[in-house]
């Protein structure tokens, strides 16, 4: 079965600098991998998502993320954050062909400091 | 109007009450879940149902039970709260077309507080 870890639980950034936050996945087949973001008191929007194809995803609000499969990762970033990117993100992954749900990581808080 | 919803927005409840959370879709898909959220713990899957006659427990099913009313229609209840159970709790629809290849699609979630 599929399983996801997010490496940080928490990271303070001051607006304006590069962030990077941090996923590896598990898993024994082809997988497809997502990134949501939860801005306070709202449910999950999709950032962005891997399929197939090129391995760098460009998703919404200036996000990117790369997918690595030798190193099962997919790392979010972006290169200059400002103070609305507050949020919690979560990155999830779904196994080949899709038959079953799925799984999300904790979670990384990313707070914006001005 | 949104495409999931979900009611209550909010309840407050005591241990030992039967409690009903209602998760309404009008995206067509044939997909629905329900999850719940707490802090540092992310997302955990309790129940889904991939089309109306398909139930299945998810991760931490214990304590709850759901049903599928109608395609666009899946609640969960949980039959005699307790204080654990305080948690945010979100319904997703996905389409059953695209499998695995297409995103959730989130209500705004239900915040239940049991005393």
């Known amino acids: 079965a599929q399983s996801v870890t997010q490496l940080d639980s928490q990271v303070p950034v001051f607006e304006e600098a590069p962030v990077e936050l941090r996923c590896n996945y598990s898993?024994?087949?082809?997988?497809?991998l997502f990134w949501y973001v939860q801005y306070p008191n709202q449910g999950l929007q999709l950032l962005l998502k891997y399929l197939s194809g090129s391995t760098l995803v460009k998703g919404i609000n200036g996000f990117e993320a790369e997918f690595n499969k030798s190193q099962t990762s997919f790392h979010l970033r972006k290169p200059s954050v400002h103070i609305s990117d507050t949020a919690e993100y979560f990155c999830?992954?779904?196994?080949?062909?899709?038959?079953?749900?799925?799984?999300f990581g904790k979670g990384t808080r990313l707070s914006v400091i001005a | 109007d949104a495409d999931v919803t979900q009611t209550p927005r909010n309840r407050i409840t005591k241990t030992g009450k039967r409690i009903m959370l209602e998760c309404s879709q009008t995206k067509g898909h044939d997909r629905m879940y329900w999850y719940r959220q707490d802090p540092g713990l992310g997302l955990r899957l309790i129940y889904y149902?991939?089309?109306?006659?398909?139930?299945n427990k998810g991760e931490i099913s214990d304590g709850y039970s759901v049903s599928r009313q109608a395609q666009a229609k899946f609640s969960l209840s949980l039959e005699s709260a307790i204080p654990n159970q305080t948690a945010l709790y979100f319904c997703a629809t996905s389409d059953k077309i695209k499998q695995g290849r297409d995103e959730q699609f989130f209500g705004p979630g239900t915040r239940l507080t049991v005393l």
């Open positions: 149902s991939f089309d109306v006659k398909d139930i």
């Open positions: 898993s024994s087949v082809s997988v497809y």
């Open positions: 999830a992954v779904s196994e080949f062909p899709g038959n079953t749900p799925l799984v």
